[in-house]
């Protein structure tokens, strides 16, 4: 069984930066790729950014491209969010996920995910 577990998440103003980390515990943990996703209230959950855990190729949503920075460590187990010059539509509950088979945007795709964090950007 992987657990995913977040972290970093808070109240930022407009502007301001955080970093989100994602710890990875399991017996086998060995994922394809990792991927935040993003929840406002009332709306779908959302991909943010994801990583192949083998090579590190990266994909960003539109909405985080040249703001967001997702990294790696795999001798941690560890996914790391950079968020700079958050905007207050940033706001939204932060997930993390893993997905053993493939690198999608589709939340279907991902076979495990941690309780998320909160992320509140002020104006």
Known sequence: QVQLVESGGG???????LRLSCAASGRTFSPYVMGWF???????????????W??????YADSGKGRFTISRDN?????????NSLKPEDTAV???AASSTIATMRTTTYDYWGQGTQVTVSS
């Open 94 to 96: 932060y997930y993390c």
């Open 11 to 17: 109240l930022v103003q407009a502007g301001g930066s």
């Open 75 to 83: 001798a941690k187990n560890t996914v790391y969010l950079q968020m």
């Open 54 to 59: 083998s090579g590190g190729v990266t994909e």
């Open 38 to 52: 993003r929840q406002a209230p009332g709306k779908e959950r959302m991909f943010v950014a994801s990583i192949r």
